[in-house]
């Protein structure tokens, strides 16, 4: 009896949590609903999204977007044709890696490791970037109360270049930002630094200046 009753328990356990199993698919979009745990999530043809709460290891999809709701977690997030949104107070652990597709930090949210992509604006709203930014053809806008350890990349397009774009990349530090570590430009770029900002050391560019 006392066998049994504890295998219920495991049970009403496992679907109070939600489950902790890796969930994989191919043709289908996958959603972890709120306070739900998960293992690796990955899909090829599809988004993926955490609700509130929820939990994940790597998270990733090749055509797809991916949405970490309020409070959610992840370790990794990757697409490759797809937006990334990392909502208020949500937390990457380690790295947000997007090929085309635009990243947004909104307040509170926080990445632990590099936040890239090579095509498609980066936007941080009153969030944090603890392993640098890197893109290729994308602008940056980091905004009011926002914190990138690490520095800012723009590289020199490269082996993607059949999307790059027309335009110089814009990137953009907003008064009460903060950006430690070099801010580097290997191909021509606009550099926007408002007078209440705080930045590194800037290779490649010549700043403008703004109040």
Known sequence: MTRYLATLLFAFSAVALGSTGNISK????????????????????????????????????????????????????????????????ALVGGGVDVV???ITLRGGARVDGRVENVNGDIQLDAASVRGGIETTNGDVRI???????????????????????????RVTIESGAVVNGTLRFDREAELEVASGATVGPIEGVTPKRVP
């Open 100 to 102: 085309n597709g635009g």
């Open 143 to 169: 905004g009011s109360g926002s914190r990138v350890e690490g520095g800012i990349h723009v590289e020199k397009p490269g082996g993607w270049g059949w999307n790059k774009s027309q335009s110089l990349p």
């Open 26 to 89: 191919v043709n289908s979009s996958i959603t972890v609903e709120a306070g739900h745990q998960a293992g690796d999530v990955s899909t090829v043809n599809g988004s993926i999204t955490l609700r509130e709460d929820a939990r994940a290891r790597d998270v990733e999809t090749v055509n797809g977007s991916i949405k970490i709701y309020t409070r959610a977690q992840a370790h990794d997030v990757e697409t490759v044709n797809g937006s990334v949104l990392i909502a208020e107070d």
